[in-house]
T-cell receptor, first 116, second 114 residues
Framework: NAGVTQTPKFQVLKTGQSMTLQCAQD?????MYWYRQDPGMGLRLIYY???????DKGEVPNGYNVSRLNKREFSLRLESAAPSQTSVYFC???????????????FGDGTRLSIL | AQSVTQLDSHVSVSEGTPVLLRCNYS??????LFWYVQHPNKGLQLLLK??????LVKGINGFEAEFKKSETSFHLTKPSAHMSDAAEYFC????????????FGAGTRLAVHP
């Protein structure tokens, strides 16, 4: 049972390069999320998708774009990478966005991204 | 607005001794609260959740947490630590208005010594 799968697991980029992080879930969830994790700051929401065909900004969207390709897949794109975007990126999914806040989110194992 | 404060960035215990990881929250509404665990190079795994039912919540791997509204706390405990419990733990509150947006604490790194 794969759950949430992220690719790649590691990546090193040079400043100014572009990259797309891939995420797929096999739990038939409606909602998907992208977070970044930085030391001492917990996880911060970059973008989310309530359902197929919709995306919205989270807490730290600048420098990123997303695509909800279908119900299973939600990608995160860095158009022009900057050193400040060095982080660990997590994708997550849940059954629904509007669910009285009691549905847990299921996380992938993360993508460790370094930008030189 | 909701917020979460984890009171200890690092906790160190000996194997077989109790674990206490402290969390205070701020919320204008009755919150949903979660504890997640992250093992090295892994994603986050749900330990337990509170959703306004019983105030003492039991989770996986022997962990439990007690919701105390008067103290705005949701501390995580385990009677006896195991080496495999060494990980980072996140206290999380769900935003208000029936909207499943999670707000994370900064995390507590738990070390377990033989």
């Amino acid at each position: 049972n794969a759950g949430v799968t992220q690719t790649p697991k590691f990546q090193v980029l040079k400043t100014g390069q572009s990259m797309t992080l891939q995420c797929a879930q096999d739990m038939n969830h409606n909602s998907m999320y992208w977070y970044r994790q930085d030391p001492g700051m917990g996880l911060r929401l970059i973008y989310y998708s309530a359902s197929e065909g919709t995306t919205d900004k989270g807490e730290v969207p600048n420098g990123y774009n997303v695509s909800r390709l279908n119900k299973r897949e939600f990608s995160l794109r860095l158009e022009s990478a900057a050193p400040s975007q060095t982080s660990v990126y997590f994708c997550a999914s849940s059954e629904d966005l509007w669910a009285d806040g009691n549905q847990p989110q299921h996380f992938g194992d993360g993508t460790r991204l370094s930008i030189l | 607005a909701q917020s979460v404060t984890q009171l200890d960035s690092h906790v160190s215990v000996s194997e077989g001794t109790p674990v206490l990881l402290r969390c205070n929250y701020s919320s204008s509404y009755s919150p949903s609260l979660f504890w997640y665990v992250q093992h090295p190079n892994k994603g986050l795994q749900l330990l337990l959740k509170y959703t306004s039912a019983a105030t003492l919540v039991k989770g996986i791997n022997g962990f439990e947490a007690e919701f105390k509204k008067s103290e705005t706390s949701f501390h995580l405990t385990k009677p006896s630590a195991h080496m495999s419990d060494a990980a980072e733990y996140f206290c999380v509150v769900s935003s208000s208005g029936g909207y499943n947006k999670l707000i994370f604490g900064a995390g507590t790194r738990l070390a377990v010594h033989p």
